[in-house]
């Protein structure tokens, strides 16, 4: 469809741009420094999901539901704004504590910075809600892209183009002296990330301005029952994704330069975006479009459909990376090429791969509005993230971070996918699915194990594609693919 295509040039477009800012990093940063942004963009992920509560999939039920859409939108969007403010005074407060509680007692902007960030990204969520929920996708994909570009350009201006015009004594050096100070230094990685999410709001303006700005308590209510669940999932789900940045810091040996260790796991775990960023662009399209086929007779079918070929893309992507791995590598500076690199990016893209299949099946539980197993898978997921760290952690470091992720994404889907077979069955096509997984393990041993030139790997995984073409080629225009993709 016209608007899962606009939706996937956001996101894929934006995130590839977005990636380009990593190699930037990893070539103007050392590790140690750029541990610094991993970790608090780790915090910052928690803090999110703790800012939006789940009302975001709320909103998407309960437009679905309520016969006046603009209400849905206006109790979300007044709820969001109230929540919002009230956590920027309180991290503006108690900035002292915060940085000091957290190991950076000299950089108390840094809490500010980010309490204007989540607050902002906080309120435009549900905007960016109501542009998916009316398909405007061309609007939403032009205000995603100029914020990434906002981000990207704010970067190059403050890493790059500051430091030569102060060091070559250019003529806008007193500009850039008014502007730039090199004692902030990641910092500005941080004040660009705040610029673009202050013109990202602007930008969402209408869409706020323009609503009946009506508070409904009796909807507000309905729509937190539903979202709590689902606020508790995210918690759980962030703490699958993104405590090992945090436990790194204090569970790594003391003789161990944990502030280096986290910069390299965090640029390795980059290298892993190309599965991301598909999977996220999955979502942002899937979520509406599974909402929708609800009331379809055939629509079960359809989302087998859509596993299946989900299953054959990441498949492929988890095949391009690790084969062609010493070219992704070649992203990050010399300083990242840690020979630990490859098994650590191995075994995440595994992990997104579990992770991918996990989305797909979680829509049983938000189509029966059975929220709180949610929660509860992602709940026992975060136990097994958490207990793994805590082992592993001490004794094989960063590794253990990446085998936790994949063991706990792992359990995570054959949970769910117990609970969906007696809940909500759907007819999975577990033949074609085995074969497809099956297949990518055994070329990525193969070539593992071996060492073949370029061209000999290449041809591997043009075999893989030919057999999911000629088992998937259509033999009628009824039996064709759903076009989710």
Known sequence: MKQTAIYGLSSVVGRLLNYLLVPLYTRFFLPEEYGVVTELYAYVAFLVVILTYGIETAFFRFSQREKNNRVVYSTSLISLLVTSILFVIILFSFSENISSAIGYPANQEYI?????????????????????????????????????????????????YCPYVIENNLQSLNFVNSVYSSEIGVGYIFIANLISSFITILMLFPEMINSVWIFDKKLWRKMMIYASPLLIAGLAGMTNETIDRILLKYLLPENINSAREIGLYGAFYKLSVIMILFIQTFRFAAEPFFFAQERNANSKKVYADVMKFFIIVIS????????????????????YHDDRGFVVVSILLLANFFLGIYYNLSIWYKLTEKTIFGAYLSFFGAIITIALNFILIPTIGFIGSAIATLV??????????????????????YNRIFLYFSLMISIFFILYYTNFTVIINLLFILIYLLIVFTLEKPKNQSKAAPKLF
């Open 112 to 160: 500010k910075w980010f309490a204007l960030i989540i607050g902002l990204d906080a309120i435009s969520s549900i905007s960016f809600a109501k542009l998916r929920a009316l398909n405007k996708a061309t609007r939403f994909a032009l205000i995603r892209l100029v914020n990434i570009f906002v981000n990207i350009g704010l970067n190059l201006f403050f890493i790059i």
């Open 316 to 335: 492929f992507i988890f095949l391009i990376v690790t084969t062609f791995y010493n070219f992704f590598i070649g992203f990050l500076g010399s300083e």
């Open 408 to 429: 706990c994404y792992f359990l995570m889907t054959f949970a769910s996918f117990l609970l969906a077979k007696k809940h909500y069955p759907i007819p999975y096509d």
